[in-house]
């Protein structure tokens, strides 16, 4: 079945090292995104890819980085500089960026920074 | 004030209770997601809306576009309709990709 791939499920790191999540889809979809999610709060987008090779900001890129080297793969860096990392990470995949594509969404990752 | 506000917060009802969730908006949208979040996180898309009603098992979503308002009902609710409940629009002026995400609304049904 096709779908969204995301790990591992739960992340531990020390404090000031660089982590990297990854997300891999099968979908053959051209766009991909990474969300963050904190208690109470909507998702917030970090990053988008509308396609290979191209990656934009979101509204809260600091601290973060990506690359989108394969179509299927849009892995994300937390790095030292993001000053509170600790939080449930989603990515998401659609077929494209117009408005009539739905998101399929993964499982998460819940990283705890330590 | 949020963008996209969603009530209740939190919802119990008992096995077989009809269930509304409201989702209101302030801004012109696209498009409007209800989305499902389970207990371990993932989440499933339900609805994706851009005007009138939808219908899916049990599941109905319905859109207001000049009152900026969705509703999302669940009839005869069962215990395995327990998560939070996600709204989230797509806005005319956004950048593209990006959507708005209420907080959710946490269900819970007891048996």
């Known amino acids: 079945d096709g779908g969204i791939t995301q790990s591992p499920k739960y992340l531990f790191r020390k404090e000031g090292q660089n982590v990297t999540l990854s997300c891999e889809q099968n979908?053959?979809?051209?766009?991909m995104y990474w969300y963050r999610q904190d208690p109470g709060q909507g998702l917030r987008l970090i990053y988008y890819?509308?396609?290979?090779?191209?990656?934009q900001k979101g509204d809260i890129a600091e601290g973060y980085s990506v690359s989108r080297e394969k179509k299927e793969s849009f892995p994300l860096t937390v790095t030292s500089a993001q000053k509170n990392p600790t939080a449930f990470y989603l990515c998401?995949?659609?077929?494209?960026?117009?408005?009539?594509?739905?998101?399929?969404f993964g499982s998460g990752t819940r990283l705890t920074v330590v | 004030k949020n963008e996209v506000e969603q009530s209740p917060q939190n919802l119990t009802a008992q096995e077989g209770e009809f269930i509304t969730i409201n989702c209101s908006y302030s801004?012109?949208?696209?498009?409007l997601h209800w989305l499902q979040q389970h207990p371990g996180g993932g989440i499933v898309s339900l609805f994706m809306?851009?005007?009138g009603k939808k219908k899916h098992g049990r599941l109905i979503a319905t859109i207001n576009i000049q009152e900026k308002h969705s509703s999302l009902h669940i009839t005869a609710s069962h215990p395995r309709d327990s998560a939070v409940y996600i709204c989230?629009?797509?806005?005319?002026?956004?950048?593209?990709?990006?959507?708005?995400f209420g907080k959710g609304t946490k269900l819970s049904v007891k048996p």
């Open positions: 989230a629009v797509r806005s005319k002026g956004g950048s593209q990709g990006n959507l708005i």
């Open positions: 801004v012109g949208i696209s498009a």
């Open positions: 979908l053959n979809h051209d766009a």
């Open positions: 809306l851009s005007s």
């Open positions: 998401a995949s659609s077929l494209g960026t117009g408005q009539r594509y739905g998101y399929t």
């Open positions: 890819s509308q396609i290979v090779n191209d990656f």
